[in-house]
């Protein structure tokens, strides 16, 4: 588009007082020819806001470009639909963290020139259309599934449910009674019917909500919003249209064979909390023992029995001291009979810490904390359960007629990748070891994301959870789900660039096939052909823009963000001619590194004057041309800041930061033959909460480069 | 390095009684199943001693009604529940009022007859228990003929004589069997407790230094004053202490007055045996209205106490209310009510001394006997 920039001053919040307006305004005028430029006291009022639109009305104007505060605030004021709107954040940049009058000014006028550039290189975006379908796939019929199904239902979406067993419910088909659901405290009964069967019945007949039994998902080809996805029941094959998906697969209970020490498998009246409520299933309550049928009135539950263990699972399933505790209301159904409970730890996060007070509040409920270290005969048909470290002593064993081992969780994920995505990175959910098999992620603030655009995982396969957080968890999900397959309908991207029109377009004539895109897309959105020429599915894509950080032929750019574009800006930073004031480029991830910038510098905190900073997507799509352009232009340094990687990865593209930082160990070494010192460019992690770090990491930075000395380039 | 030499622990089995469990919460130990062992308990005691400290593992002993190691266990009666406990307890498990309910199994356990602890700590026993020193009075009043108030004889001066009314040989016969009763009963329970207390302890040295130096503590009421949360208790017990010591000597010396010197009550108000016997009704009634003041006061924090608690202090109030007013009433000559004011009295005061051993009034011995035996293990 032919773009008719408007630069617009802002003299508010001190602006006016700390830089010489006039003299931006004239290097605008003069150097960068920019046709309107304007000033006012407050641009973000009425007056200020109406000036700009009467530019676009009366003068043209389809370009603005904002030199006044941070993206990040005033962006509902600063709305110009069909213009491409910039944003120079002088009062942050300059005003706010820069020492004297001097750099504050020199700030100001790079920070316009960048911006402006920015703005000129720049493109309205277009969404990425196609014909797409809203229907939700939920996988699994267990609680989480029912509840995900219903939920999305309810909201007006056509739902397909597949369940692998012949029927639905889960493992709750298998409960006797369930914890009930209190506000607050609770109080008798502390055990209640499970009711499933009514979600079951509404379930099936709902009619937005079509249900497979005995079905498996054997493929799922595509992407969100326009997912072919064959569902195989009984050796028959069909092919269904999905938008999204809800991944609700559920857990099965860790192998008690393994648990020999705690005679499973060795005595019969050892069993587990599964087979526990088999037993009072079929015995209508009574807890009759596996071995002589007799009711069991000494019971004992070994908490944590094959977790929290390296040998065994080395995690909390979170669910079982609260099934215990209701187990243990079984027993004492019969008012002679004693629960004892053996544990680590107690853990009832939430409300369910009421439960635990008062499921304990019972004379024959008996707890100790300790470690078990067997299980024995007695020899009088009865089991000791030995503990060392227990509160009642050192070493005891106490004498019961039934044990009862709490095993874990282990979610359906850990062997089977249940979804079979036809995605060329494989057909599972990547990196699950990072969270011992469980289909969870690191997102934070978006807890049911998976790596995988359009799919959210809920319920015990994303992590070890009781019933209740299961259906909650259901309900986000099912919103996630929705939220996806909209936003992919309308051609925008899902987390976290919600708002992002934008996609990925490659130019696929310079594309030598070198898959280093396909190969590093975190969300698999990169698949190839029968020749292996790479081909973007981009209803995947995130915008992250790591392929075009990849890309050693810089061919994928986005209409407002390009390699061409970030290297501009660089290129027309100020250098100053004086040996001992080194210019340095910090690049500064939108996502923590950027607020945390923006939080620094609400807080007045001074940044080194020497550096001017370029807000990057992710340091995932930093291209190493970049470098060489800044580096080569006789920028003395380059600092990168971005977010936490590794096993607790804080990056909210999950490999970006890690990238960036495998990318920077190749520049260096390019950089050592140049006769350049590596450590002029570094790569710092950085959370969104560490703003009261920045002034020191960067001006530490800057001193290591001033030891270093000047860039022998300068000047050329 | 020196060598170690590692003791193994002994694997000790634990058989949990259900039973007694279920017979602490019935005493006054209701809460007892609120603990989590967190053990914010012991970290606010003042009393207990650092090493093994009480109460919170008192609790989960009690949590698992593991008996033998409560009952026979000297730190229950080192507990002089101050209540800091049960103040801090975040899950309102009121260690205080559990280890309270505690002792009152642990008199119940060691004396002897059983079966009278059990009634004397249930109030669906009350009245059966009044009935023995009610009929014992009657019985005596009746064969002497005293049933017409008005015909008992008067004094010299026409006054009110209650040895006309009851003779002091038939109250003293009544209460030195009661006393001796109790007596009985109370050696049996402390050489029972004293000997499982040292089961499988070796206990040796000079236990004369150890009882010499308990009977200083109690004296000077030293531990009272460790308590945050119930700190006026200290005063009121004193008082009641005192008072109960005032009240003996008293009685000690009426009996010199009667049998030595032959000389009958009633007692000019000048008599020193009269100013010491009032003053001593005095400030027993005036430190059982600050316990009961005090109790009130802190329930929310200390917890409410049990029926076991509160039947004996309204026994010593009975006792002294009835005791002042015998003697005011006689005062004013009101025989219609001075008779049964001192009936009254004497039903209250046999009620103390003859159930001494199974009521609250036993902690006095079994709380010195502990405070000894710990003494001497070098326990505290």
Same mark, same amino acid.
């Given at each position: 588009?032919?773009?008719?920039?408007?630069?617009?001053?802002?003299?508010?919040?001190?602006?006016?007082?700390?830089?010489?307006?006039?003299?931006?305004?004239?290097?605008?005028?003069?150097? &960068?020819?920019?046709?309107?430029?304007?000033?006012?006291?407050?641009?973000?009022?009425?007056?200020?806001?109406?000036?700009?639109?009467?530019?676009?009305?009366?003068?043209?104007?389809?370009?603005?470009?904002? #030199?006044?505060?941070?993206?990040?605030?005033?962006?509902?004021?600063?709305?110009?639909?069909?213009?491409?709107?910039?944003?120079?954040?002088?009062?942050?940049?300059?005003?706010?963290?820069?020492?004297?009058?001097?750099?504050?000014?020199?700030?100001?006028?790079?920070?316009?020139?960048?911006?402006?550039?920015?703005?000129?290189?720049?493109?309205?975006?277009?969404?990425?259309?196609?014909?797409?379908?809203?229907?939700?796939?939920?996988?699994?019929?267990?609680? $989480?599934?029912?509840?995900?199904?219903?939920?999305?239902?309810?909201?007006?979406?056509?739902?397909? &449910?597949?369940?692998?067993?012949?029927?639905?419910?889960? /493992?709750?088909?298998?409960?006797?009674?369930?914890?009930?659901?209190?506000?607050?405290?609770?109080?008798?009964? &502390?055990?209640?019917?499970?009711?499933?069967?009514?979600?079951?019945?509404?379930?099936?007949?709902?009619?937005? !909500?079509?249900?497979?039994?005995?079905?498996?998902?054997?493929?799922?080809?595509?992407?969100?919003?326009?997912?072919?996805?064959?569902?195989?029941?009984?050796?028959?094959?069909?092919?269904?249209?999905?938008?999204?998906?809800?991944?609700?697969?559920?857990?099965?209970?860790?192998?008690?064979?393994?648990?020999?020490?705690?005679?499973?498998?060795?005595?019969?009246?050892?069993?587990?909390?599964?087979?526990?409520?088999?037993?009072?299933?079929?015995?209508?309550?009574?807890?009759?023992?596996?071995?002589?049928?007799?009711?069991?009135?000494?019971?004992?539950?070994?908490?944590?029995?094959?977790?929290?263990?390296?040998?065994?699972?080395?995690?909390?399933?979170?669910?079982?001291?609260?099934?215990? &505790?209701?187990?243990?209301?079984?027993?004492?159904?019969?008012?002679?009979?004693? #629960?004892?409970?053996?544990?680590?730890?107690?853990?009832?996060?939430?409300?369910?810490?009421?439960?635990?007070?008062?499921?304990?509040?019972?004379?024959?409920?008996?707890?100790?904390?300790?470690?078990?270290?067997?299980? $024995?005969?007695?020899?009088?048909?009865?089991?000791?359960?030995?503990?060392?470290?227990?509160?009642?002593?050192?070493?005891?064993?106490?004498?019961?007629?039934?044990?009862?081992?709490?095993?874990?969780?282990?979610?359906?994920?850990?062997?089977?990748?249940?979804?079979?995505?036809?995605?060329?990175?494989?057909?599972?959910?990547?990196?699950?070891?990072?969270?011992?098999?469980?289909?969870?992620?690191?997102?934070?603030?978006?807890?049911?994301?998976?790596?995988?655009?359009?799919?959210?995982?809920?319920?015990?396969?994303?992590?070890?959870?009781?019933?209740?957080?299961?259906?909650?968890?259901?309900?986000? #999900?099912?919103?996630?789900?929705?939220? #996806?397959?909209?936003?992919?309908?309308?051609?925008?991207?899902?987390?976290?660039?919600?708002?992002?029109?934008?996609?990925?377009?490659?130019?696929?004539?310079?594309?030598?096939?070198?898959? *280093?895109?396909?190969?590093?897309?975190?969300?698999?959105?990169?698949?190839?052909?029968?020749?292996?020429?790479?081909?973007?599915?981009?209803?995947?894509?995130?915008?992250?823009?790591?392929?075009?950080?990849?890309?050693?032929?810089?061919?994928?750019?986005?209409?407002?963000?390009?390699?061409?574009?970030?290297?501009?800006?660089?290129?027309?930073?100020?250098?100053?001619?004086?040996?001992?004031?080194?210019?340095?480029?910090?690049?500064?991830?939108?996502?923590?590194?950027?607020?945390?910038?923006?939080?620094?510098?609400?807080?007045?905190?001074?940044?080194?004057?020497?550096?001017?900073?370029?807000?990057?997507?992710?340091?995932?799509?930093?291209?190493?041309?970049?470098?060489?352009?800044?580096?080569?232009?006789? !920028?003395?340094?380059?600092?990168?800041?971005?977010?936490?990687?590794?096993?607790?990865?804080?990056?909210?593209?999950?490999?970006?930061?890690?990238?960036?930082?495998?990318?920077?160990?190749?520049?260096?070494?390019?950089?050592?033959?140049?006769?350049?010192?590596?450590?002029?460019?570094?790569?710092?992690?950085?959370?969104?909460?560490?703003?009261?770090?920045?002034?020191?990491?960067?001006?530490?930075?800057?001193?290591?480069?001033?030891?270093?000395?000047?860039?022998?380039?300068?000047?050329? | 390095?020196?060598?170690?030499?590692?003791?193994?622990?002994?694997?000790?089995?634990?058989?949990?009684?259900?039973?007694?469990?279920?017979?602490?919460?019935?005493?006054?130990?209701?809460?007892?199943?609120?603990?989590?062992?967190?053990?914010?308990?012991?970290?606010?005691?003042?009393?207990?001693?650092?090493?093994?400290?009480?109460? *919170?593992?008192?609790?989960?002993?009690?949590?698992?009604?593991?008996?033998?190691?409560?009952?026979?266990?000297?730190?229950?009666?080192?507990?002089?529940?101050?209540?800091?406990?049960?103040?801090?307890?975040?899950?309102?498990?009121?260690?205080?009022?559990?280890?309270?309910?505690?002792?009152?199994?642990?008199?119940?356990?060691?004396?002897?007859?059983?079966?009278?602890?059990?009634?004397?700590?249930?109030?669906?026993?009350?009245?059966?228990?009044? $009935?023995?020193?009610?009929? !014992? /009075?009657?019985?005596?009043?009746?064969?002497?003929?005293?049933?017409?108030?008005?015909?008992?004889?008067?004094?010299?001066?026409?006054?009110?004589?209650?040895s006309?009314?009851?003779?002091v040989p038939?109250i003293d016969?009544?209460f030195i069997?009661?006393?001796?009763?109790?007596?009985?009963?109370?050696?049996?329970?402390?050489?029972?407790?004293?000997?499982?207390?040292?089961?499988?302890?070796?206990?040796?040295?000079?236990?004369?230094?150890?009882?010499? $130096?308990?009977?200083?503590?109690?004296?000077?009421?030293?531990?009272?004053?460790?308590?945050?949360?119930?700190?006026? *208790?200290?005063?009121?017990?004193?008082?009641?202490?005192?008072?109960?010591?005032g009240l003996a000597i008293t009685t000690t010396w009426a009996i010199v007055y009667l049998y030595g010197f032959h000389y009958d009550s009633p007692y000019?108000?000048?008599d020193p045996l009269k100013l010491l016997g009032?003053?001593s009704?005095?400030?027993?009634?005036?430190?059982?209205?600050?316990?009961?003041?005090?109790?009130?006061?802190?329930?929310?924090?200390?917890?409410?106490?049990?029926?076991?608690?509160?039947?004996?202090?309204?026994?010593?109030?009975?006792?002294?209310?009835?005791?002042?007013?015998?003697?005011?009433?006689?005062?004013?000559?009101?025989?219609?009510?001075?008779?049964?004011?001192?009936?009254?009295?004497?039903?209250?005061?046999?009620?103390?001394?003859?159930?001494?051993?199974?009521?609250?009034?036993?902690?006095?011995?079994?709380?010195?006997?502990?405070?000894?035996?710990?003494?001497?293990?070098?326990?505290?």
């Amino acid at each position: 588009m032919d773009k008719n920039i408007g630069l617009y001053i802002c003299t508010g919040c001190s602006i006016g007082e700390s830089i010489d307006v006039e003299k931006v305004s004239n290097i605008a005028k003069n150097a &960068l020819r920019i046709p309107v430029v304007k000033s006012h006291f407050a641009l973000c009022g009425n007056e200020g806001i109406e000036l700009i639109k009467n530019d676009i009305k009366n003068e043209g104007v389809n370009t603005v470009v904002l #030199a006044a505060c941070s993206q990040r605030v005033k962006y509902e004021e600063f709305d110009f639909p069909g213009c491409i709107v910039e944003r120079a954040p002088l009062r942050e940049l300059a005003v706010w963290t820069q020492d004297g009058k001097e750099n504050a000014q020199l700030a100001a006028e790079d920070y316009v020139k960048m911006h402006v550039i920015k703005a000129q290189k720049g493109d309205l975006p277009e969404p990425y259309l196609m014909e797409t379908v809203k229907t939700i796939l939920v996988i699994g019929g267990g609680i $989480a599934g029912m509840t995900a199904a219903l939920q999305s239902a309810n909201a007006g979406y056509e739902v397909v &449910l597949v369940e692998k067993e012949p029927q639905l419910g889960g /493992f709750v088909n298998k409960l006797h009674k369930k914890v009930p659901t209190a506000v607050g405290e609770y109080s008798e009964p &502390l055990i209640v019917d499970t009711d499933i069967d009514k979600t079951i019945k509404e379930v099936e007949s709902h009619p937005k !909500i079509k249900v497979y039994k005995s079905s498996k998902v054997e493929k799922t080809d595509g992407q969100p919003g326009a997912y072919d996805v064959t569902i195989s029941s009984n050796g028959n094959s069909e092919v269904v249209k999905i938008g999204t998906i809800v991944l609700a697969a559920g857990w099965r209970p860790y192998d008690a064979t393994k648990l020999e020490h705690l005679g499973y498998g060795v005595s019969k009246d050892v069993v587990t909390n599964i087979e526990l409520e088999e037993i009072a299933k079929k015995n209508n309550g009574k807890i009759l023992r596996p071995s002589d049928g007799k009711e069991a009135k000494k019971v004992a539950f070994i908490q944590c029995a094959g977790q929290r263990d390296p040998n065994h699972l080395p995690y909390c399933s979170a669910m079982c001291c609260v099934t215990s &505790l209701k187990q243990a209301k079984y027993v004492t159904q019969n008012s002679d009979a004693t #629960a004892m409970i053996f544990y680590k730890d107690i853990r009832t996060p939430g409300r369910l810490e009421y439960y635990y007070k008062a499921a304990q509040n019972d004379p024959c409920v008996m707890m100790t904390k300790g470690e078990v270290t067997g299980v $024995a005969d007695a020899g009088n048909g009865n089991l000791y359960v030995e503990m060392e470290n227990s509160l009642l002593g050192q070493k005891v064993k106490i004498e019961a007629d039934l044990v009862v081992l709490a095993t874990g969780v282990v979610p359906a994920t850990v062997d089977d990748p249940i979804l079979n995505l036809q995605y060329r990175q494989g057909p599972g959910l990547p990196d699950l070891e990072l969270y011992d098999g469980f289909a969870d992620s690191n997102f934070i603030c978006f807890q049911y994301e998976t790596r995988r655009t359009g799919v959210y995982a809920a319920g015990c396969v994303r992590q070890p959870m009781n019933m209740s957080e299961a259906q909650e968890d259901a309900t986000g #999900a099912a919103l996630k789900a929705i939220q #996806a397959a909209e936003h992919v309908a309308k051609g925008i991207a899902v987390h976290p660039r919600a708002w992002d029109m934008t996609y990925p377009d490659a130019y696929m004539q310079r594309c030598t096939s070198c898959k *280093r895109c396909t190969e590093e897309c975190p969300f698999g959105a990169i698949d190839e052909d029968e020749k292996g020429t790479p081909f973007y599915k981009p209803g995947r894509c995130r915008r992250c823009a790591t392929c075009m950080g990849a890309c050693p032929e810089r061919i994928v750019s986005f209409k407002d963000y390009h390699v061409d574009m970030i290297g501009s800006m660089m290129k027309n930073v100020s250098v100053p001619s004086e040996d001992d004031k080194p210019r340095i480029i910090v690049l500064a991830c939108e996502n923590d590194a950027y607020p945390a910038i923006d939080t620094a510098a609400l807080k007045k905190m001074n940044i080194d004057a020497a550096v001017r900073i370029i807000q990057l997507r992710c340091l995932g799509s930093t291209n190493l041309v970049w470098v060489a352009d800044a580096l080569s232009r006789g !920028i003395d340094g380059m600092l990168l800041l971005g977010c936490k990687f590794g096993e607790n990865y804080q990056c909210h593209f999950a490999k970006g930061s890690e990238l960036a930082d495998y990318r920077l160990g190749k520049v260096q070494e390019t950089l050592g033959r140049l006769q350049l010192e590596s450590e002029r460019v570094q790569m710092i992690q950085l959370a969104i909460d560490e703003y009261d770090n920045i002034s020191k990491i960067i001006h530490d930075f800057v001193e290591r480069v001033k030891e270093i000395g000047p860039n022998p380039f300068k000047g050329f | 390095m020196p060598e170690q030499i590692m003791t193994q622990p002994i694997t000790q089995i634990i058989s949990p009684d259900l039973k007694f469990v279920k017979d602490i919460i019935a005493s006054g130990g209701e809460s007892l199943k609120k603990c989590y062992q967190c053990s914010t308990c012991t970290v606010v005691c003042n009393v207990t001693p650092d090493d093994k400290p009480f109460p *919170r593992k008192e609790m989960m002993y009690a949590q698992w009604g593991m008996k033998d190691k409560l009952i026979s266990n000297p730190d229950i009666w080192l507990c002089h529940q101050c209540s800091d406990c049960t103040a801090y307890c975040p899950r309102g498990a009121k260690p205080g009022e559990v280890l309270g309910a505690i002792r009152k199994m642990a008199i119940a356990n060691y004396s002897v007859p059983g079966a009278l602890a059990k009634m004397v700590g249930n109030s669906k026993y009350l009245l059966m228990l009044f $009935a023995v020193p009610i009929v !014992i /009075f009657f019985a005596i009043i009746a064969s002497l003929g005293n049933l017409s108030l008005s015909s008992i004889p008067r004094g010299e001066d026409g006054g009110i004589v209650y040895s006309k009314f009851i003779p002091v040989p038939a109250i003293d016969t009544v209460f030195i069997a009661a006393a001796t009763f109790a007596a009985i009963s109370f050696v049996l329970g402390i050489k029972k407790y004293w000997a499982d207390m040292s089961a499988g302890i070796s206990v040796q040295g000079n236990l004369m230094g150890s009882i010499k $130096a308990t009977i200083t503590e109690i004296l000077a009421h030293k531990r009272f004053e460790k308590c945050n949360v119930t700190k006026d *208790r200290k005063t009121a017990h004193l008082l009641v202490f005192y008072a109960f010591a005032g009240l003996a000597i008293t009685t000690t010396w009426a009996i010199v007055y009667l049998y030595g010197f032959h000389y009958d009550s009633p007692y000019p108000l000048y008599d020193p045996l009269k100013l010491l016997g009032n003053a001593s009704a005095l400030a027993l009634l005036y430190g059982i209205t600050l316990v009961t003041g005090n109790r009130l006061k802190n329930a929310e924090k200390a917890g409410k106490g049990s029926y076991f608690d509160w039947l004996f202090i309204a026994v010593i109030y009975a006792i002294v209310v009835t005791g002042i007013l015998s003697e005011l009433l006689r005062l004013a000559n009101i025989a219609i009510l001075a008779y049964p004011t001192y009936f009254a009295h004497l039903v209250f005061v046999f009620f103390l001394f003859a159930y001494a051993p199974f009521s609250k009034m036993a902690h006095m011995v079994y709380r010195a006997t502990a405070m000894v035996f710990a003494r001497h293990t070098k326990r505290d």
